[in-house]
């Protein structure tokens, strides 16, 4: 049985706030699925291929080309914003 102090710690660490209601069912679920799981480990899947998917997907990749060399000065003009020391100066967003 998972402990109430259980479901508190685990919804400390997802940043959750519960009802003493909520611990109590929690406590409840959580139990029943860890059970489950128990009743999944008596399975004999020594026969079963591995899969980490199914669909028969690949990344597809592609070598990097460099394609046009781009002249810095000339990527500064393009910008209406002020520039600053070979940099185009934006507004701040992060405070300090």
Known sequence: M??????????????????DAEIERFAG??????????VLNDIDTSYVVETSQVTGLENVTEEDEICKKVDGAKLLLSSKLPKERKQILVKQVISQ
């Open 29 to 38: 679920q959580l139990s029943s699925i860890f059970d489950y799981m128990e």
């Open 2 to 19: 998972i402990s109430k102090d259980q479901v508190k710690h685990v919804a400390k660490l997802a940043r959750l706030k519960l009802t």
